[in-house]
């Protein structure tokens, strides 16, 4: 192996047969794909055929690291878990802030594979080469604290709960107190009888050039500290500090997306958490920014919720009681759901049973019987078995299509799209479904940062294509996403409602047939600007040539890479698409802007793209060098 | 003047002394003047650091006049500590510059 930064080698675990093997990853595989989700891709895209499922015993899970994990980066340790999805049926990429990835390639690897079933419930454990497979019986059942507290204690760890042990399908992976939250990965882990791995090891990961890659590094602290998002408000409110400004723009998701706007608002707001509830903040390791706020359940410090939480099981709804929230986020955590999807789930049987659709006991605003709807969503007990299998079935099974708030079946986040139409167009172009980061983010340009006009349909898909793939290279390189914020100019931030902002708000929009080109042509962009240090770093990390441009190229690849294989998979052309709660209703009635403009954006974003309705063409393909 | 609830959101709303209330002013140049009297000794506010919101609405302008009331909404990413003094750059030199350009 050429390249430092890496282990230098992929594991594959057959639960099946119990054993194991070393995977061949080459140089021209990590020059493709850098590591993290596109190199999971890359292996899953080796491996499919028409029609796999979730539980064919062959799907596999595939946890990758990055390059620059391990290697001193600042918020730079995350890891993510690529499957086949059972909420969605195609291929879900999770990201997660837990240490198991750091472990694992302290053990020696870079990615590990899991394919097979168990015939009965197994524990994984990864010591540098020595792998074993351990009777898992006596965890079975366990939430996810107690059942971490009985695995090797410095291990990275990743484990699910009684939600993935009976396969609800938003059940999530956990790694210390971070999830793999989105898609349904811990079903998968369910099905195949995988309670927990760890891993463990003592091989140092060696880097390419020490002093450049430390200077790299303190810089990179430096701005992040001195960024006000990374540095002050993240640290300060949390996620939840997007509360009020979402509130503000109309983009806070209200009574199952009915509204944008919730009168109750500061009740649940950041800084409602911060003067009243916080205990302390935290983050993941290595990471500087230190977003996670602690609070406390029953006398516990426990990891309290993030905004898609607050967002979701309060303004949508109609909860303003933010004690109920804390509880439920804990709750949720501990049985191992995604809180989200459980939140999404939530709110469409509350407007079902309100509409006379579905007779339940969920109604808005009503929250003395929410816990025990958890439990028995995650026990499938009851109506929690019919909540287990997520929005889109449930309107398969009852009607009301138009108010499934879901794209390709997984729940939208928090960010109600009719208050920025170039985030909708995300969620409908997400490769894994109603996810706000694969989506690329826009929501931040659009009211959450800068104030570019979040009804406009131009410029919107080139910005958004470019931060698609943008986002892919940087999770890809192992690096926290909210990094990217300090490429949003800190006076911008600091004066909203300066000359220099608006010049900005403006200017971005204007420059979307720039971005389209650098889109189309990534080799435009190959330069290296002091203000994005993720080149250095894998640089400086790996001995890896690499600029913005080629940055932009691997996320290019990764995209599409993902959007075959989903095609592969059985995702038919026109999927992307949203519920026409959104596309057809005005949010303010009376004002046509407040819908998200979907088709007019689609044209230009396939055109960019090289798509056809949602298909990579052949030209495209072959110019990746996927055909 | 008008009777307005003014509350504070953003870093700004957890750093200020004055976060939620009932105020008099007569425009929004007006709360800020009021702001940064009950925040002496942190770091100023100023119009275009913040965002306005008056019953929902955007402002555009620290000129908008206020009525009876009214609910604003001001929404700041200042984070309230006074800002030390920049210390005087000593001019680089052509060496040093270079030796930074080398270290990235």
């Not at chain 1, 850098?34 to 015993?57: C, N, Q, S, T, V």
């Not at chain 1, 459980?342 to 309100?354: I, S």
């Not at chain 1, 879901?406 to 894994?432: C, H, I, W």
């Not at chain 1, 088709?599 to 949602?614: T, V």
Request: proline share 5%; hydrophobic share 35%.
């Amino acid at each position: 192996m050429a390249y430092k930064g890496y282990a230098g080698k992929v594991l594959k675990v057959d639960l099946s047969t119990k054993t194991y093997e070393d995977f061949p990853w080459t140089d021209e595989d990590r020059e493709r794909t850098l590591g993290g989700k596109i190199m999971a891709a890359d292996i899953f895209y080796r491996h499919i055929r028409p029609g796999m499922k979730a539980y064919d015993e062959d799907n596999w899970l595939v946890a990758t690291t990055g390059p620059i994990s391990g290697c001193g980066c600042p918020s730079a340790s995350r890891f993510n878990i690529s499957t086949i999805s059972p909420l969605t049926g195609i291929i879900t990429s999770s990201n997660c802030g837990g240490n198991f990835g750091l472990s694992l390639k302290k053990a020696g690897y870079d990615a590990l594979i899991i394919t097979g079933k168990s015939d009965k419930p197994v524990h994984v454990q990864i010591n540098d080469d020595k792998v074993e497979f351990k009777d898992a019986s006596e965890l079975w059942g366990l939430h996810m604290t107690p059942v971490q507290e009985k695995l090797p204690p410095k291990a990275g760890k990743m484990v699910i709960g009684p939600a993935g042990e009976n396969k609800v399908l938003y059940a999530c992976v956990f790694s210390g107190e971070r999830a793999a939250g989105r898609g349904g990965v811990g079903a998968v882990f369910g099905d195949k009888n995988l309670k927990a791995v760890t891993a463990d090891g003592s091989k140092p990961v060696e880097v390419h050039n020490k002093e450049k890659l430390r200077e790299t590094n303190r810089k990179w602290v430096k701005q992040l500290r001195s960024h006000p998002l990374t540095g002050s408000q993240l640290p300060r409110l949390g996620t939840a500090g997007l509360v009020a400004p979402m509130q503000a723009r109309r983009i806070l998701a209200t009574k199952n997306f009915a509204q944008g706007r919730f009168d109750d608002f500061e009740k649940i707001s950041g800084e409602e958490l911060t003067k009243n509830h916080l205990v302390k903040n935290s983050g993941c390791t290595t990471c500087v920014i230190q977003c996670t706020r602690r609070v406390k359940v029953d006398d516990k410090v426990v990891k309290g919720p993030e905004l898609e939480t607050l967002g979701l099981l309060g303004p949508n709804l109609l909860n303003s009681d933010m004690e109920s929230i804390i509880r439920w986020n804990y709750e949720l955590d501990e049985l191992g759901m995604d809180t989200i999807s459980v939140a999404g789930v939530l709110a469409f049987a509350m407007e079902l049973n309100e509409k006379g659709i579905w007779k339940n006991p969920l109604e808005f605003g009503k929250i003395d019987n929410i816990s025990e709807i958890f439990d028995d969503i995650a026990h499938r007990r009851g109506i929690g078995d019919i909540l287990a299998d997520g929005t889109k079935r449930m309107s398969q099974r009852f009607g009301g299509e138009d108010f499934a708030i879901q794209a390709k079946g997984m729940e939208l986040s928090a960010y109600e799209p009719r208050g920025a139409v170039g985030q909708g167009l995300g969620y409908a172009t997400s490769n894994r479904g109603g996810c706000h980061l694969n989506a690329g983010y826009l929501v931040v340009l659009e009211g959450l940062g800068l104030n570019i006009d979040p009804y406009t349909a131009f410029g919107k898909a080139a910005i958004n294509i470019f931060f698609q793939n943008f986002m892919e290279a940087i999770s890809a390189a192992g690096s926290c996403l909210f990094t990217s914020y300090t490429i949003i100019p800190s006076p911008a931030l600091k004066n909203p409602s300066g000359l220099f902002a608006k010049v900005v708000n403006v200017g971005f929009v204007a420059l979307g047939p720039v971005i389209g080109l650098m889109n189309r042509f990534p080799a435009i962009a190959s330069l290296n600007l002091p203000i994005i240090l993720y080149p250095y770093a894998i640089k400086h990390a790996t001995g890896m040539k690499m600029n913005i441009g080629k940055m932009m190229k691997v996320g290019e690849y990764g995209y599409n890479l993902e959007r075959y294989s989903n095609i592969i998979l059985g995702q038919e052309a026109g999927a992307d698409i949203l519920p026409s709660r959104l596309t057809d209703e005005e949010q303010i009635p009376g004002n046509k802007k407040t819908k998200v403009p979907l088709d007019k954006m689609l044209k230009s974003y396939y055109r960019i793209r090289g798509w056809e309705n949602g298909v990579p063409k052949k030209s495209k393909l072959k110019k990746l060098g996927l055909i | 003047m008008a009777k307005i609830f003014l509350k504070c959101f953003g870093v700004f709303g957890i750093s200020s002394n004055f976060d939620k209330g009932l105020v008099e002013a007569k425009n929004i140049a007006d709360l800020i003047d009021f702001l940064n009297e009950c925040n002496r000794g942190k770091e100023k506010i100023s119009f275009v650091k913040t965002m306005v919101y008056i019953n929902g609405d955007h402002c555009n302008s620290k000129n908008t006049s206020l009525k009876d009331g009214d609910e604003v909404w001001l929404l700041s990413t200042t984070d309230g500590e006074p800002k030390p003094k920049p210390k005087s750059k000593k001019k680089k030199t052509a060496k040093a510059k270079k030796d930074d350009k080398k270290t990235v």
